[in-house]
């Protein structure tokens, strides 16, 4: 008999069930989050789920972690024995189902990459018979986690606090999560009679047709893309691409202003962060699109037609364009929008206002919660000017007094490090990243 199948007719009967209030969790991440808060039997628990390591390089069999822990959400205590049913889904492939126990309440599965079927090696718990370890980890083999792109985990929680304390089926929590693992890939683009390494991430699905055409130093490639605008709707979703150039490509790395198009439209704003400073050696280019964004173009039906289900994305940089202030940026990890206003308007030598009001990235609603984050502002030749570190944006709003010394373009960054949502004890810092923009005094 199927295994799933026997699972499902233990929950039938045994005895101890629990009669809980139902809640859905769902969220999309990169490759680590906290999911949104459930009702799991009498209190309410949230649900930390992470890959490790977040990169895999294209054709490298490497070993990949993936850790669960049940918590209550308002102590962030543990909670134990916990049965977690999983299932792992890459678009409409099946590639894991299986049932889990935890005595302690965490749990790290640890995939091994194979061709072969896919195999669990640990021991069963006697009552539900799902797999378990002494350790609380368990090794699983074979083609599971084993290359770039967005997977799809839905945790149901059959139990917790004892063994014999089950959930009714139709009543189980039940967690979705959408992480990524970044696929990489390595190149050289030749310009003149040189060549400059180049490393492109994906952290969405796997990099596809990657080209540098020398004469107006344009950088294209794709990635499969389902464009069912249904699908975008029903699911939070985001997609990150990160594009390293060295800096002694210097006909590509000078420039700070960057013509980018995802499908032939228009890349701008948030959507579109650079970095000089991240890596001494390379210019480092993101494209950041929410849930919003990728909404407006699967709308339109020209873009979709032609897009062969693939994101298609370039890249180049601009001479002779005139740099502006950014008033809204996004985290390199996708997950806090910020929303940024200065008085006077536009910034000034001396003293400014700036009102910064965070966001959440993917569903553009607000952040019910303090953030905890840091502030810097760099010259264009990475001289640091301002630094305030540890500031507090009480229920996502903050006000900073900044002095600027003279007139050019400056390097913003906003470093989030931890949300603490209100009414909770523990803080979230799954949601860490950084925002990068320009400010601009004339």
Known sequence: MDKYI?????FLFVTGILLSNFQHGFSDGIFQENLPPATVGNRIASLYTKISPPILTSGAKQNALFQLRLFDSKSGNNITNVNYFLTILKGDKLLLRELFYSKDGPLTLKFEPNQGPVTVYGSTEPFLGGWTSDTGEITVRGPVLSEGGLYHFSIEIFGIDNVRNIFVPEKAP???????????????????TQKFNSTLISYYDKIRNFTFEPEDLRVLWTMPFDWNVSRIRAQNIFVHEELKVPKSFSEFSNSSIFNGTVNGQPVVGRSLAVDPFSSEKALIIHFLLNKNDIVKLAENNEIVSNSNNSMKFTILPLANQSQKTSLDMVTDTGGIHTFLSWNPNPPVIGTNTLNINFSDALSGSRLNADVNYDLSIRTHKGEEIIRKNNITAIKGISNQSISLPSKGIFNLEVEVKSLKVLNLTSLDTTRKGIARGFVVVS
């Open 174 to 192: 039940r967690f979705d999560s959408y992480l990524s693992i970044g696929d990489v890939f390595a190149t050289d683009l030749t310009y003149g």
């Open 6 to 10: 026997q699972i499902t007719i233990a």
